[in-house]
């Protein structure tokens, strides 16, 4: 089996509000304990609070 660099670059992914701005998530907020869990995230520019099942911002790598 042959294995090739592959370059890639970190990106971060946003989950973004109704209003287009960037949900971020609220620190020391408590989380739900649903399956799966839920965060609790502000939007950056309306402050609109909304629970959502995943992280944002998210690490990703893409390729380069």
């Given at each position: 089996?042959?294995?090739?660099d592959v370059p890639?670059?970190?990106?971060?992914?946003?989950?973004l509000c109704?209003?287009?701005?960037?949900?971020?998530?609220?620190e020391y907020a408590?989380?739900?304990l649903s399956f799966p869990a839920q965060y609790l995230h502000q939007c950056a520019l309306c402050g609109r609070?909304?629970?959502l099942r995943g992280v944002?911002?998210?690490l990703v790598y893409e390729v380069a």
């Open positions: 089996m042959k294995f090739e890639v670059r970190p990106v971060m992914r946003y989950t109704e209003c287009g701005g960037r949900l971020l998530q609220v408590p989380v739900l609070q909304k629970s944002s911002p998210t």
